[in-house]
């Protein structure tokens, strides 16, 4: 099984609808970030979390909200869908944290999320 | 944000050739950290690579090497004796500390390689 998992791997709505993805990680690493991924755009980053209590914006997190529920799970919800949310998105954990270790960031594999 | 900036949107060259991919960044800081990462057609992304501002060394591993200028804030990329397999998008990105967290990254170059 993978160590960082999404769920669902895609899926497609309708605008208005309440969405959300969920991410859980086996890796026990307390920094769990969200990022959205968008043809000719890189990724961008949504939200991240330095532990269950500490949750933060990041550079685009205008129209969704995030949940971190445990250290092992990482929800993030679009309250009210709309079609240029339609991307592709990553869950991803880090621990120690982008300047320790290795500095890896380990990503899902991916929510293809479609808004009609 | 400070920006990092792909301008090579696509690359295409022919097995075994040598390519290069260009990464410059902005950066105000005299701390910060330089990422490479791959993204091949499966879609999952893969790390690659991290620099720290302190360490101008350059990096070769097997037939990738990474050359790193403060002087022209610039982090490229070279694969030598290019495979198919390096058919691929990479993702050139940094990171700066200060309390904030998480990766900027560049918008990427799609690399194709062909036999």
């Known amino acids: 099984d993978a160590d960082v998992t999404q769920t669902p791997r895609n899926r497609i709505t309708k605008t208005g609808k309440r969405i959300m993805l969920e991410c859980s990680q086996t890796k026990g690493h307390d920094r769990m970030y969200w990022y959205r991924q968008d043809p000719g755009l890189g990724l961008r980053l949504i939200y991240y979390s330095f532990d269950v209590k500490d949750i933060n914006k990041g550079e685009i997190s205008d129209g969704y909200s995030v949940s971190r529920q445990a250290q092992a799970k990482f929800s993030l919800s679009l309250e009210s869908a709309i079609p240029n949310q339609t991307a592709l998105y990553f869950c991803a954990t880090s621990d120690p944290g982008l300047a320790g270790g290795t500095g890896e960031l380990f990503f899902g594999e991916g929510s293809r999320l479609t808004v009609l | 944000a400070q920006k990092v900036t792909q301008a090579q949107t696509e690359i295409s060259v022919v097995e075994k050739e040598d390519v290069t991919l260009d990464c410059v960044y902005e950066?105000?800081?005299?701390?910060?950290?330089l990422f490479w990462y791959k993204q091949p057609p499966s879609g999952e992304l893969v790390f690659l690579i991290r620099?720290?501002?302190?360490?101008?060394q350059n990096e070769i591993s097997g037939r990738y090497s990474w050359n790193f200028q403060k002087s022209t804030s610039s982090f490229n990329f070279t694969i030598t004796a290019s495979q198919v397999v390096d058919s691929a998008v990479y993702f050139c990105a940094n990171y700066f500390g200060g309390g904030a967290d998480g990766l900027t990254f560049g918008k990427g170059t799609h690399l194709i390689i062909q036999p």
């Open positions: 950066t105000r800081d005299t701390t910060y950290y």
């Open positions: 620099r720290n501002s302190f360490d101008e």
